[in-house]
């Protein structure tokens, strides 16, 4: 499974991005996708999470703000990103888990992530 991040960019604090990430090459129909971020020095951590069919999940200090979604016809996850703040500087990873039977181990995969820098 390949995962492809895109539209990290430079933005002014306050203002909004929207992230993509398109999974491609053997995904199994149902599976669950997240967003992930790792600011330098800091360890990497959930931002936003979307199982197959459930609800969307965020951490706390992104929520009210942030906004994840999918298209499940388009193997693709999206995060909208509003009122951004500096703290929100990272570089955003996608992540996609999927089991083939209900009793197996969850594979995990990861796109190479996509900078998202906020200015004053």
């Known amino acids: 499974v390949q995962l492809q991040a895109s539209g990290g960019g430079l933005v002014q604090a306050g203002g909004s991005l929207r992230l993509s990430c398109v999974a491609s090459?053997?995904?199994?129909?149902?599976?669950?996708m997240a967003w992930y971020r790792q600011a330098p020095g800091k360890q990497r951590e959930l931002v936003a999470s979307?199982?197959?069919?459930?609800?969307?999940d965020y951490a706390d200090s992104v929520k009210g703000r942030f906004a994840i979604s999918r298209d499940y016809g388009k193997n693709e996850v999206y995060l909208q990103m509003n009122s951004l703040k500096f703290e929100d500087a990272a570089v955003y990873y996608c992540n996609l888990q999927q089991k083939l039977l209900p009793s197996d181990w969850p594979q995990s995969f990861w796109g190479r992530g996509t900078l998202v820098t906020v200015s004053s």
């Open positions: 979307h199982p197959y069919g459930g609800d969307a």
């Open positions: 090459g053997g995904v199994y129909r149902e599976n669950d």
